[in-house]
């Protein structure tokens, strides 16, 4: 006879991004609308934009658990036993959404035993994933599967009813692949899973959308036969504040590891163009040497290089910023739990320490630290560049100007030394009876003038060429 669940139901805990770094009005209206959809796709479009226009008022703070409804929750419609709870969670968005199926006749909670094989997990999970609209949280979300046995079970007997109960989740599954390991709390056997989607070549950015769509962290929480359904409900009920908080942290730590592998991509591809850079500064200094630099070629590329100060700056600076936000986040994670481990005493969660251990939290922290300090000398780099070509800029202008002085200088002898000699040559002829008498472009000054400034003239012509060529 197949294995059976008391209550079986399922916890989504689920978490969206309420303001990106850097994101403007647009993006963070956008984040607002796409987390009220959860909760209220199910109407129609004027209904929604109604219910918006109340809503999108009342979650303006940032400090602490904010319920965003005043009524706290929207219960499912009749006769489903479930309900969505909105809140924010400082700069996060968070949804908790508690489901258990239909209620019985009466419309109370339905506590006759389901059997395993009817696969009671997987039609909650469909149902749950419908209403939802098939989203899922941008910073990510954890399943919480729980239930009373039926009969007394050994340890062996208990994790083969948490499998049963985890292949009704996810169709790709592999117990031994994404079992963290098993615990206990409140009397009951908790085991946690994570699996995590393979990247099939995807960029960081690209696969951060498949990595949301298709993780799963999972919870399994297993009561015994002997305690009541309504004592399980409860202690399960006293418990969600805190996997909201906990939870809140170990998506954000996972969001921020990935969101600085794609930052890194990005720096990656502008360390390139460093170098090509530097390559092209070395190219140019056998031009410097023979004259052969333009100087709006040299100010084409300070600007360039400018443009990539710029952007290089800044991409740094979100790595940095990422690399602080799991610093922290790790560290509430650990105090959150050292909290939670208080105040159920007598329970063994150190299950969830695996978290924050070497093979995951702490060695995306260690990852994304020393993802700084690589990509930090690039930034020095950019900036000795573009000092370096601004000095050129100088010597070249410095040259640049100095060969125009010299083309005015030239400029003024030439006149000079025609005007000295039309006014000798004027002396020495005689002067004509009349204005009319003789033509001033025919005149013997005229002539003698401009045959001995030509050669100036020519030379001072080719210097103007020679500048504008320069430039």
């Known amino acids: 006879m197949s294995d059976a669940i008391i209550y079986p139901s399922i916890d989504l805990f689920l978490y969206d991004l309420k303001e990106g770094l850097g994101q403007d009005a647009n993006q963070i209206e956008q984040n607002r609308r796409r987390f009220w959809q959860k ?28 319920p965003l409804l005043e009524t706290r929750r929207r219960d499912f419609p009749d006769p489903f036993d479930g309900y969505y709870e909105p809140l924010q969670l400082n700069d996060t968005y968070a949804l908790h959404v508690d489901y258990s199926g239909k209620l019985d006749a009466n419309g109370q909670d339905n506590d006759d035993p389901q059997l395993l094989h009817n696969k009671p997990f997987y039609h909650l999970k469909q149902d749950l994933i419908q209403r939802l609209s098939q989203q899922t949280g941008t910073i990510g979300q954890t399943w919480l599967l729980w239930g009373q046995l039926t009969t007394p079970k050994t340890d062996t007997e208990i994790e083969e009813i948490a499998q049963d109960c985890y292949t009704q989740i996810l169709s790709n599954y592999n117990w031994n692949r994404d079992i963290i390991g098993k615990g206990q709390l409140n009397g009951a056997t908790l085991f946690e899973l994570w699996y995590r989607p393979p990247n099939p070549g995807l960029s960081p950015a690209d696969f951060w959308t498949k990595y949301r769509q298709e993780s799963y962290h999972l919870l399994i929480w297993l009561f015994p036969h002997d305690s009541s359904p309504n004592a399980m409900r409860t202690q399960v009920q006293a418990t969600y504040y805190d996997w909201l908080r906990l939870f809140q942290y170990r998506h954000k730590i996972v969001w921020s590891y990935y969101q600085s592998q794609a930052n890194k991509t990005s720096l990656k591809e502008k360390h390139k163009k460093i170098q090509c850079a530097i390559q092209n500064i070395e190219q140019m200094t056998e031009q410097f040497e023979k004259n052969r630099i333009r100087l709006g070629h040299l100010q084409q590329m300070m600007k360039d290089n400018l443009i990539n100060l710029s952007n290089y700056a800044k991409d740094l600076n979100y790595l940095q910023n990422q690399s602080r936000t799991l610093t922290i986040n790790l560290e509430n994670y650990h105090y959150r739990l050292q909290s939670i481990q208080k105040k159920y005493r007598g329970s063994n969660l150190t299950v969830l320490e695996e978290f924050s251990s070497e093979l995951y939290a702490q060695k995306y922290q260690r990852q ?41 200088a030239l400029a003024g002898i030439v006149l000079g030394i025609s005007g000295l000699t039309a006014t000798a040559i004027s002396v020495q002829q005689p002067q004509p009876k009349s204005y009319t008498d003789v033509s001033f472009l025919s005149s013997p000054i005229f002539i003698w003038s401009l045959g001995l400034s030509a050669p100036f003239l020519i030379a001072l012509l080719y210097r103007l060429i020679a500048h504008l060529w320069r430039r």
């Open 39 to 66: 909760i209220y796709g199910d109407l129609d479009e004027n209904s929604f934009e109604e219910t918006y226009r109340k809503l999108s008022s009342t979650h303006t703070l940032d400090s602490g658990i904010i």
């Open 368 to 408: 994304v630290a020393s993802d700084c300090e690589i990509f930090q000398p690039g930034l020095t780099l950019l900036e000795n560049l573009n000092s370096t070509l601004q000095g050129i800029i100088n010597v070249e202008q410095t040259k640049s100007d100095r060969a125009l002085n010299n083309t005015i």
